[in-house]
């Protein structure tokens, strides 16, 4: 199982760009890098998934360097709506997802 | 992603009682679901896997005999919390493995608050 390590908090204003990194030393070969997103009392939210180098969403992009020992998230121009928790999470079709601390990301006005 | 459901949404009960929170997956027949509980303030905690038509798989320190869980069909599983009790109050989520854009994907449910008085 991949263990991660995020920022336990992060702030930030509206219209900014958010950066979260996420440490994952240990993932296996096989594990794909998710990040979540979770807003109080909801289950999860997926934002966006891959495996090497760089991937694209509506949402938001995803940053994975070549030795994949981390990640980076990125929120482009962030708005109140974007407060809520993040996660990332190293998972494969065979393993069960165990959950790290998570980055709680506060927007401001 | 694959969308999934459960119910009900909020449940108070007394201590003592037995509830039933179901978890459903509407549009992709799982084979395995897994349920969490999260305190509040904190991360997910994985409490057990289910397996469809056998035993289910419960982590370290999850008591098998006082969550139940039933994986009766490729659409439901059922986790019954017998004899609550105030320390059981918690967010109870669910989720699924689904194809995703890449690799495997977990899609959860949106949740289930229990309040035991």
């Known amino acids: 199982l991949a263990k991660t390590t995020q920022p336990i908090s992060m702030d930030s204003y509206e219209g900014q760009e958010v950066n979260i990194t996420c440490s994952h030393n240990?993932?296996?070969?096989?594990?794909?890098i998710t990040w979540y997103q979770q807003f109080p009392s909801q289950g999860p939210r997926f934002i966006i998934q891959?495996?090497?180098t760089k991937v694209t969403n509506e949402v938001a992009s995803l940053f994975i360097p070549a030795d994949r020992k981390s990640s980076t998230l990125s929120l482009p121009r962030v708005s109140l709506s974007d407060t809520a928790v993040y996660y990332c999470?190293?998972?494969?079709?065979?393993?069960?997802?165990?959950f790290g601390s998570g980055t709680r990301l506060s927007i401001r006005p | 992603g694959a969308v999934v459901s459960q119910h009900p949404s909020w449940v108070i009960c007394k201590s003592g009682t037995s509830v039933k929170i179901e978890c459903r997956s509407l549009d992709f027949q799982a084979t395995t679901m897994f349920w969490y509980r999260q305190f509040p303030k904190q991360s997910l905690m994985l409490m057990a896997t289910?397996?469809?038509?056998?035993?289910?798989?419960?982590e370290q320190g999850v008591e098998k005999d006082k969550f139940l869980i039933n994986h009766a069909s490729l659409t439901l599983s059922t986790l019954t919390v017998t004899s609550a009790h105030p320390e059981d109050s918690s967010f109870y989520i669910c989720s699924i493995n689904s194809p995703g854009t890449g690799g495997e994907t977990q899609y959860f449910g949106p949740g289930t608050r229990l309040l035991v008085l």
């Open positions: 240990n993932i296996a070969t096989n594990d794909y």
């Open positions: 999470l190293g998972n494969s079709s065979a393993s069960k997802i165990i």
């Open positions: 891959g495996y090497k």
């Open positions: 289910s397996n469809e038509g056998s035993k289910a798989t419960y």
